[in-house]
């Protein structure tokens, strides 16, 4: 499913969008939890697009990095969104949510989940949420 990277041996595109998501992630506000999590997704136009994630005192309110940077690039009026990085400690996969509102946008998004240390891995939505639910218009 995965292959594990070490980020100098990916291509200067993945390495501009880690920095984007790894400079985002310092923007996170995570009080709470204190995991902090950036995201950075390049549209088809080239613009690239970032988010964190913004936790709140009622826990459930909570929005994850992923969703906060794919509504960026929509609310700006994107619509093809083509790469999506992820920096987090650990290199963690998004979460369910965050894959199903990614699918409605990009259903083959390919997919960096990187950590801080710059170990990553590359797969994409297909593989991360196989069969996902999309209404054919
Ligand atoms: N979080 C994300 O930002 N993305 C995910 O895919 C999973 C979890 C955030 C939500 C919360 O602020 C913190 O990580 C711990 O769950």
Redesign the pocket.
């Known amino acids: 499913m995965y292959s594990t990277l070490f980020l100098q041996e990916i291509s200067a595109e993945w390495q501009e969008l880690y920095q984007a998501a790894l400079e985002a992630r310092n923007r996170a506000y ?1 009080p709470y ?1 204190r ?1 902090q ?1 950036g995201a950075a997704i390049r549209c088809r136009s080239g613009a690239i697009y970032t988010g964190c ?1 913004i ?1 709140n005192a009622s826990f459930g309110l ?1 929005v ?3 969703r906060v940077a794919a509504w960026h690039a929509v609310s700006a009026g994107e619509r093809d969104l083509v790469r999506l990085a992820v920096v987090t400690a650990d290199g ?1 996969a ?2 369910g949510a ?1 894959r199903q509102v990614l699918a409605e946008f990009a259903p083959e998004l390919a997919i960096m989940l990187a950590d801080v240390s710059g170990n990553a891995r590359i797969t994409d939505l297909r593989a991360l949420l196989p069969d996902a639910f999309i209404l054919k218009r």
């Open positions: 995570a939890s995991y999590v994630n936790e909570t994850c990095a992923e963690s998004p979460c965050c």
